[in-house]
């Protein structure tokens, strides 16, 4: 058996003329209230733990229906209501123009004097960054199609071909240093895809082992570098390689409590951006490792490292790694027998277990037996 | 005036044949002494601030000559000893195989029990460490020459064409993305220069910012993205680039202490590893903002943000962003006239000012007038 490319279940969706009609859409519903003599409002999902919820039909983090009516003529909501039509106005702008701008720019670029008074329009860059939230939530649209950047971060390396604006590139031809993703990656195109699934790899160190022991090539995998916690960039290109181009998704972190939360927020999203799990999750992904049980099996017993923090049964616990393992058994989607026993396997040994320490066995062995040999057996979690 | 290449003045000096000879000359030097009946010894130069120096003439940090003698038959030295035995085992193994580990990974292979003993090797990645810089400094080669890895961070993206084992890339061709910069660049060949200086730009916001301006291309430079502190990868990198292929290296970082210690580290080296000034360290690096002077100029006054901290003369005063800009006035490179004024003017206005401000003009702002102006003019800091 083995891993093999899908068939497509989404197609690609960009359209910016879309994203400007629909901030148009604001602008003329808050002068037609003008011109009716009326209050001018703005309707905004609610935000925060109250409004989401887990959907078990897409196995995703949803958002609730839950509306929060923002007024012109309001005391209380002057201001935010100011700062949502700036913002709002100065988007449109930047996706008229085809430009894009990070979180902080769009702040310093909108903070100024109001007209008039010694009021500022912004103080903090808090305040600009919960109105672009709200924008996405009250549009459906991600900060990335309002060209919003978030911070980049991670690198790709195998046989795929990405057409980017004019440049036309494959991934494997870039020698040992790989393409570095972008904030944004609504614009690219995939031209060629020869691999038969994507690995993504939480730490460079391991992504470079695999890219020196030819993995990519033997296997015809697609390595994507998470360098840490994936960024929004590489959650969107996930998500993208995936729906649009039928890639199974492959996810290799250490085994330890952060290395499973970088697999929980690939897979579905985190509970501030619930909002966006149809476009930044890939709830199908699926986990190779490292697993509690790769220990014994692999015989890694003086290579792991012990757990931070107390123990639940010991005075004073849960903390640290402890306390963070058991929260995420309460994850819906680690409400399953094989992560219950893994999490729970953790706590009783006390140990966590580096996707480097398979290094102990030699430095060919990940590339070689360890994840070939689970991938063709498909021995995965959910 | 405009900024140009220069002639180069080193030639690429990496031979792996080198690094394995000089390995040998350590085993064969035991070898020798065991024969002759005599305790086997290894001399190290010392680590730590008593034994390095800021050399005028080269204007880099660099390393005293005083020793450090690691017997075998010593009961405080024969640990070390049989570490440092291990790992230049390994080393010499991975430079002829021409592969290649991390840190960690050369920890993870190098962890095992000795024979016949409930010992371990190494019981923490910072004895594997430790012995790897003392390799350095006794071998004076970079740990990259001896194929250990080091985190890799930063992009690139300009008008140059890298050979990298079988494949060769222009870094202008890959899209918005650019190039991924690898952990050990020791096996670069850059096979054609069509840019006449280096940019090396603090924020990964910024650099996209001057490639969506197309900057790269208007003004004839490459984009080297550090991403915060430049990673050892990086700052090779940009030696290279300036020594052997004679490019002026311009730095632009955010303007506060962490942006000039970014900017001190790329042109000086850290004192950590002074050892490795003359193949790391780029001290004809020159700094063309943020400045404290570029806030009037330009009138950005409301888009400073206030340092954090206890100023010199308030009660419980230096702290924080305070004390940092207080230390930075003591290294010795910033001991000008320029670099005081700038670091005195941080501390009286009680303000830092970020690289991304600049978009409060306009988000061309920088790429059409304030880098292109500042570096015509040479208005750059030493």
Known sequence: MTIKREKPREKFGYDPQKVIKK?????????????????????VPMRGISNVYYDEATKTIQMGD?????????VAHAK?????????????RLVGEMKHASLREAYYANKHSVGGTKENTFEDQIESNAIIEDLERTLGVLREEMHITADRRGYIYGDITIKDGED?????????????????????????????????????????RLIEEKFPKKENALIIATQGQASRGVRRLIHRLHY?????IIVFTDGDPYGWYIYSTIKQGSINLAYLSDKLATPEAKFVGMTMDDIERYGLQRVTEKLKGIPPNKKGGPTGDYKRILEEMEYPWFKNREWQRQLKMAIKLGVRIEQQALAHKSLEFVAKKYLPEKIANEELLP
């Not at 839950?66 to 309001?74: A, P, V």
């Open 23 to 43: 901030l148009e859409g604001i602008g003329y519903q808050i002068l037609e209230a003008v011109k009716q003599g009326k209050n001018p409002h703005i309707d």
């Open 66 to 74: 839950k509306i929060s009516r923002r007024y012109f003529l309001h």
């Open 80 to 92: 935010k209501f100011m700062q949502t039509v700036l913002i709002a106005a100065y988007i449109k």
């Open 168 to 208: 036309e590139f494959n991934t494997s031809k870039l020698g040992m240093g790989g393409w570095a993703v972008p904030g944004t990656v609504e614009h690219l195109k995939f031209t060629q895809i020869n691999v038969d699934y994507a690995l993504v790899v939480e730490t460079a160190a391991m992504a470079d």
């Open 244 to 248: 649009e181009e039928g890639l199974p």
